[in-house]
């Protein structure tokens, strides 16, 4: 890595091609440092550290037809597990960290819209089984 190191919130991958034959050999170095040659090592980084972002959801209509916006928080993190790391690496090795961020709320969204549409209708329900207990309740 030219002499750089990893620090321990950034994951290193090293993509070496030696050789006349086109061989490749990567390697996933979390946290530590290695040499490598500029003109054969292509190295990139995606950082291991804890993201905030705020998914918002505006005027999302239930199965009722009841319009409902709701913000929600979601911190999340990359884990360190080689196969979820490996499969983080090749969807957002070379990402800007504001793209990841975006691409995490878009799912976060359209996740958040799903359960606003299918739930609400229960929670509706609920309410309406509450009121009526109320009732029961105050004219006995």
Same mark, same amino acid.
């Given at each position: $890595?030219?002499?750089? /190191?990893?620090? =321990?919130?950034?994951?290193? $991958?090293?993509? !070496?091609?030696?050789?006349?034959?086109?061989? !490749?050999?990567?390697?996933?170095?979390?946290?530590?440092?290695?040499?490598?040659w500029?003109?054969?090592?292509?190295?990139?980084?995606?950082?291991? #550290?804890? $993201?905030?972002?705020? +998914?918002?959801?505006?005027h =999302?209509?239930?199965s009722?037809?009841? +319009?409902?916006?709701?913000? *929600?928080?979601?911190?999340?993190?990359? $884990?360190?597990?080689?196969?979820?790391?490996?499969?983080?690496?090749?969807?957002? %090795? *070379?990402? +800007? =960290?504001? &793209?990841?961020?975006?691409? =995490?709320? &878009?799912?976060? #969204?359209?996740?958040?819209?799903?359960?606003? *549409? %299918?739930?609400?209708?229960?929670? &509706?329900?609920?309410? &309406?089984?509450?009121?009526? /207990?109320?009732?029961? #309740?105050?004219? #006995?």
């Amino acid at each position: $890595m030219n002499g750089n /190191q990893c620090n =321990v919130s950034k994951v290193c $991958m090293c993509d !070496t091609h030696s050789g006349c034959c086109g061989a !490749t050999t990567k390697r996933t170095i979390v946290g530590g440092w290695a040499f490598a040659w500029w003109f054969v090592t292509d190295v990139q980084r995606i950082s291991l #550290e804890v $993201m905030t972002v705020n +998914p918002v959801c505006e005027h =999302v209509e239930t199965s009722q037809g009841v +319009p409902l916006t709701v913000t *929600g928080v979601a911190q999340i993190k990359i $884990m360190r597990a080689d196969d979820l790391l490996k499969t983080a690496a090749e969807q957002f %090795l *070379g990402v +800007p =960290v504001n &793209q990841l961020r975006s691409t =995490v709320n &878009q799912t976060l #969204e359209g996740h958040l819209r799903a359960i606003l *549409g %299918l739930y609400y209708l229960d929670i &509706q329900r609920g309410w &309406q089984q509450k009121k009526v /207990q109320e009732r029961k #309740e105050l004219s #006995e």
